[in-house]
């Protein structure tokens, strides 16, 4: 029997830290061990048991959650889970949390929280079992912010994830051509789908890209009420490339990266020799939307084996089926490497199914983009 995951609630609300606690007694588990109203006292009582994952709040008394996360991720690197009001509209003291290395983000409203919690029950069990299998080793102590924090949203855990609905596969969107030419000829592209540690992943990679790279789509995992603005300006700011958020019939052109909104299909279609994207309304296909199996499906239909496709860190399977269409298409695939992932899940199906060339780290995938811009060979 594998053994339970051991949680600790750090709130200065009693009745939240209650809450949670009687949520997460719901899953056989996960075991709450104890609870602390601010994270000086939690501090003692980890140092007598540690847990495997943290609840965190942003806003207590005598020490801030932030400054707490990043002393933590430093000297003792503990999956975190968010839980705060302050993340309901994204703000700039949330994101800063993030960037010390939490796993993922419950939104709390400031008022009816108690309704809200419990109605969240499945959403925070499923954080605290995906936290609990983080790769922490990716966050290196080095890199964590000293003054200004490097923007990384990682995964805030979208309500969809836990759609208890038929898993749509990609049908539901666009159905898969079988006459794609299978010669290589016109414009080339480069697809990119990723989810939980996908942001921090995707500055790395991005920042690292000249501005002759080929034109990139992007699909990112974030819940439907979060804009994805504040991301993609911090990294158009960090890049030599344009980053932005994409919008329907954008072309896709070399020196410019283009991000799903959220809550939309991000898709790309031919136009003559070139590509521009269509931004979609419709349901979540495997649970996501955006879903990285719709973007990978679309180009595989419309730029065959003139593309370039890579999945990355992230919980689940979006983009494994995907990505084995561009590959059966022709085209050159990628998955992230376990060691360099946050969570391992969508590169490990990939891989499964056979849909990737080449197994990369993260550390290389800015060089295998270079190159695939230079030479599709």
Known sequence: ??????????????????????????????????????????????????????????????????????QLMRDHPTPTIICSSMAEQGG???????????VSVICKPRAGVMQFM????????????????????????KALPKKEPALDLVQRVAPQTFDVRPKLSADAILPLKSNVPLLRAGERIIAIGTSTGGTQALEAVLSNL??????IVIVQHMPVNFSIGMFTQRLNNRCALEVREACDGDRVHPGLALIAPSGRHLLVKRDGSQYRVEVR?????????????????????????????????????????????????????????????????MPRE?????????????????????AYSKNPG
């Open 281 to 345: 309304s419709g349901p979540p296909v495997t649970r996501h939307i955006p879903s990285v199996d719709v973007l990978f499906r679309s180009v595989a239909n419309s730029a065959g084996p003139n593309a370039l496709g890579i999945i990355m860190t992230g919980m689940g399977d979006d983009g494994a089926v995907g990505l084995k269409e561009m590959h059966d298409f022709g085209a050159k695939t990628i998955a992230q490497d376990e060691a360099s992932c946050v969570v391992f899940g």
């Open 1 to 70: 029997m594998a053994a339970k995951i051991k949680v600790m609630v750090v709130d200065d609300s009693i009745v939240v830290r209650q809450v949670i606690t009687k949520m997460l007694q719901t899953d056989p588990g996960i075991e709450v061990i104890d609870s602390a109203p601010n994270p000086i006292v939690a501090l003692e009582k980890m140092n007598r048991l540690w847990p495997d994952v943290l609840i965190l709040d942003i806003e207590m008394p005598r020490m801030d959650g932030i400054s707490f996360l990043v």
């Open 118 to 141: 419990e109605e969240s029950t499945a959403e925070l069990c499923q954080a605290v079992h995906t936290a609990a299998h983080a790769n922490l080793k990716v966050f290196s102590p």
């Open 210 to 215: 000249s501005v002759e790279t080929l034109g």
């Open 350 to 370: 990939a891989i499964k199914l056979g849909a990737a060339d080449d197994v990369l780290p993260l550390h290389r995938m800015p060089a295998a983009i270079a």
């Open 92 to 102: 700039r003291t949330s994101l800063d949390a993030l960037a010390a290395g939490a």
